[in-house]
């Protein structure tokens, strides 16, 4: 379920705890905390449960023992971010298919409306664009900026080799080269307008 809302609990000193071990790395704390009584959905101010702090900074020894205690993937902070929408912008490739694994849901959003894909094309990360192509994640949503992720990755890319990559594989999976921004402008336009040749290639072939 994208974005699980759960009953507020009570911030008790040890749910705190495993918040702060989790985020820390400190898998002795979090293996003590999790063998007693514990909610392990709570949240700090920030709106992070323990599996949110962890995946913050990519703990995945800790991840794979708050999975393992029933911990959800798409529950979300306060920023809307969940344990799978950070591993597709940090590029946590193993993170990602740990998330993916425990029922991940490729459709959730972030702040901007943007899925995992959107995420990724905007930073270039090739391996996640990969993974997540291999699941039924929608290749042409639209965020509310008026964005696809193939325009994230021509708009806020560098034109270099990942990027330009990342266009390859959207382009190759289906994506619509010919669906433009919000005001009108295609991708191509985009890739020209930045003299990204190398992406220009591949648009002008898609579109022939």
């Avoid at 974005?3 to 400190?26: T, V, Y």
């Avoid at 709106?47 to 029933?70: E, S």
């Avoid at 991708?187 to 020209?192: G, T």
Wanted: charged share 25%.
């Amino acid at each position: 379920m994208a974005g699980a809302i759960f009953a507020k609990q009570p911030r008790n000193i040890n749910s705190m705890r495993l918040i702060e071990a989790s985020s820390k790395g400190d898998t002795d704390a979090v293996k003590v905390l999790l063998a007693g009584d514990i909610y392990i959905h709570a949240q700090d101010r920030e709106g992070r449960c323990a599996l949110v702090a962890a995946a913050y900074k990519n703990h995945l020894d800790i991840t794979d023992l708050l999975i393992a205690a029933g911990a959800d993937v798409n529950m979300k902070d306060n920023s809307l971010q969940s344990a799978y929408l950070i591993s597709t912008s940090e590029g946590y490739a193993e993170l990602l298919a740990k998330t993916l694994k425990a029922g991940a849901d490729v459709h959730s959003t972030d702040s901007y409306n943007g899925t995992g894909l959107i995420r990724a094309a905007d930073r270039g990360h090739v391996e996640i664009i990969k993974m997540l192509l291999e699941t039924d994640i929608r290749i042409n949503h639209i965020n509310n900026i008026g964005w696809t992720a193939l325009l994230e990755a021509i708009i806020l890319g560098d034109g270099g080799a990942r990027h330009t990559e990342v266009v390859r594989l959207l382009v190759n999976a289906g994506a619509d080269a010919a669906l433009p921004d919000k005001d009108g402008v295609p991708p191509l336009a985009h890739a020209q307008s930045r003299r990204f040749a190398d992406i220009i290639d591949i648009l002008e072939k898609a579109g022939k």
